[in-house]
């Protein structure tokens, strides 16, 4: 088990799920209010990891979420936890979920059951 995974308290189930992405705040103000497209790569309850061209290292962010497998999608906030480049990939990011509101929140968590998480 990696250090990252060592540190979560749950494990993230692997997804082809899709994320379009507005940076609210953060170090590259250049990036504020801008429209991203990113991959979801594994995601759980309380967070996920995101594939992107940018990085968005310590930015909040908006964050329009749909998986696989599931006709909805959610809105949720978040913060980059961490963020690195992938050789041959984009940049990664860990996302955990901040400041939602409790009908976002349990949304999320009915798209999560009804794809058997």
Known sequence: MSDENA?????RQP????ASVR???GPFPELESTMLEADVLDFSSCGLRLDCEELLDRCSLELKISLKGSS?????RGEVRWASWEEGSRYQMGIEFTGNDAPLVIKWGNILKGLGF
């Not at 540190?7 to 494990?11: G, L, M």
């Not at 909805?72 to 949720?76: G, H, K, Q, S």
């Open 7 to 11: 540190r979560r308290i749950e494990s």
């Open 15 to 18: 997804s082809d799920g899709n």
């Open 23 to 25: 940076v609210l705040d």
């Open 72 to 76: 909805e999608f959610v809105v949720l």
